[in-house]
């Protein structure tokens, strides 16, 4: 099978997307099927890359993980005609996500979406951010999803949401796979070394980027109220960004800001050997809709306290694998991270974090991807070299920016009646009300 995706992140940024896309690659590779990703140009990038198409782009907009590609040149089609994609796999509803939906309309390909993120907890990135600016990116990532063949949701909470929010029900649960075997081999003593941690000390351990929609101020006021308890333990933290400063100002107020060590960003084996050095790894992010460093926290046998979320209620068994905390509480946080570096406490739930992280294998994830595809394409038709002739070339492509526009048209009629209901007077009549709900569709 010839599997085309697009992401907005890809390597060399370190994040979720990033990380899921790189192995789902490796792993389509592995089973013998040809991958072609698209993906932004990097500063520094190698010219060729393997299985990689790069375009132009502004890199890491507005301080965020993405980037904004500008408009994609003719090379691109070019290298897909010579690719001759089975299918479609978009990893975002926007910017190359719509790029996605162009090539799928244009070569008549099957389009399997992704919905990876809740985009409306990152629009602070995007100037203007409002209510109404979470509202769009909402109706944006669904309204994409009604023009996609299949969709994976990471998590049944993400499935269910999807559901609640009308998007298309052709809708598989596939978690982002991690390599259990090799994060649960790594050199515990690193990092303790480096840091001049105690090989007797508790390490409670937190991976991701360190940006506001991560829930940092919670979890650092909780992570340092048991430093504050247990002065023999110590807090190792794998990412950064814009929120380290406020974390570490938490660390001094509460005087535990030399037991605080932060390592930047960590990939291969630095990072498996930062799990490895952690004996509790503490989360409390909203945001997520699978939380891979849960999983990969679990590969290499850590239980986790975390907060009920979407993506994280999966994973997180309370009692079994860890602590999962209903209210945000920073004073049970923390005894919860206590609780679960008592060391008769730590090797159960060990013991059985190994066993959740069983299901998230990487090689397990790919195949159950696969069968989506297959899905896909029983629906969809063949690939159809639509740029062999010049009518068929205009005619294809003025198809496709059709079907942008009516996409892009559907979301904005959507919004305009959710404006409306909020806004029109109170004492404006209900059969109005209706008459105005008809002139806009």
Not at 29 to 50: L, S
Not at 129 to 135: E, N, T
Request: glycine share 8%; hydrophobic share 40%; with cysteine.
């Amino acid at each position: 099978m010839n599997i085309l995706m697009f992401t907005n992140t890809y390597v060399p940024i370190v994040g979720g997307v990033s990380e899921s896309v790189q192995r789902l690659k490796g792993q389509l590779q592995q089973f013998g099927h040809r991958v072609m990703v698209v993906a932004p140009r990097f500063h520094g990038q190698p010219r060729h890359e393997e299985g990689v198409f790069r375009v132009a782009a502004v890199q890491q907009f507005n301080g965020s993980d993405f980037s904004l590609p500008v408009p994609i040149p003719s090379l691109l089609y070019d290298a897909i005609e010579a690719f001759e994609p089975d299918i479609v796999h978009s990893h975002h509803p926007f910017l190359l996500g719509d790029t996605a939906i162009r090539v799928a309309e244009i070569y008549g390909l099957p389009l399997v979406f992704t919905h990876h993120t809740l985009y409306e907890h990152y629009t602070h990135y995007v100037p203007g951010d409002s209510p109404r600016m979470r509202r769009f990116v909402v109706a944006l990532a669904t309204q994409y999803t009604r023009l996609c063949d299949e969709v994976i949701a990471p998590s049944e909470s993400i499935r269910d949401l999807l559901i609640e929010r009308q998007a298309n029900a052709d809708i598989t649960v596939v978690p982002s796979g991690v390599d259990i075997h090799r994060f649960g081999k790594g050199d515990g003593q690193h990092w303790r070394t480096i840091f001049g941690i105690p090989s007797h000390s508790t390490v409670l351990g937190h991976v991701g980027r360190l940006a506001k929609e991560k829930n940092l101020d919670f979890l650092a006021e909780g992570v340092c109220l048991a430093l504050a308890q247990d002065k023999d333990c110590w807090w190792l933290v794998v990412g950064d960004g814009e929120s380290r400063e406020a974390m570490q100002a938490c660390a001094r107020r509460h005087g535990v800001e030399q037991r605080v060590c932060f390592t930047g960003r960590l990939q291969g084996q630095e990072l498996i050997d930062a799990y490895q050095s952690m004996n509790v790894f503490a989360f409390a992010s909203h945001s997520e809709t699978q939380g891979m460093v849960i999983a990969e926290a679990m590969a290499a046998g850590l239980p986790v306290v975390a907060l009920d979320a979407p993506g994280v209620r999966e994973v997180v068994e309370d009692g079994r694998n860890g602590r999962l905390l209903q209210e945000e509480d920073s004073g049970a946080f923390s005894q919860a991270l206590l609780e679960c570096a008592a060391p008769a406490c730590r090797e159960r739930m060990r013991r059985e974090a190994l066993v959740t992280a069983e299901g998230y294998d990487e090689s397990r994830c790919a195949r159950r991807c696969l069968v989506v595809y297959r899905l896909a394409i029983a629906r969809g038709g063949a690939f159809t070299h639509a740029d062999d002739g010049g009518w068929e070339k205009v005619r294809s492509r003025l198809g496709a920016e059709w079907q942008m526009l009516r996409y892009r048209g559907r979301l904005l009629r959507q919004l305009m009646k959710e404006e409306w209901r909020e806004e029109r007077p109170s004492w404006w009549p209900g059969e109005e009300e209706n008459e105005t709900d008809q002139l806009l569709k």
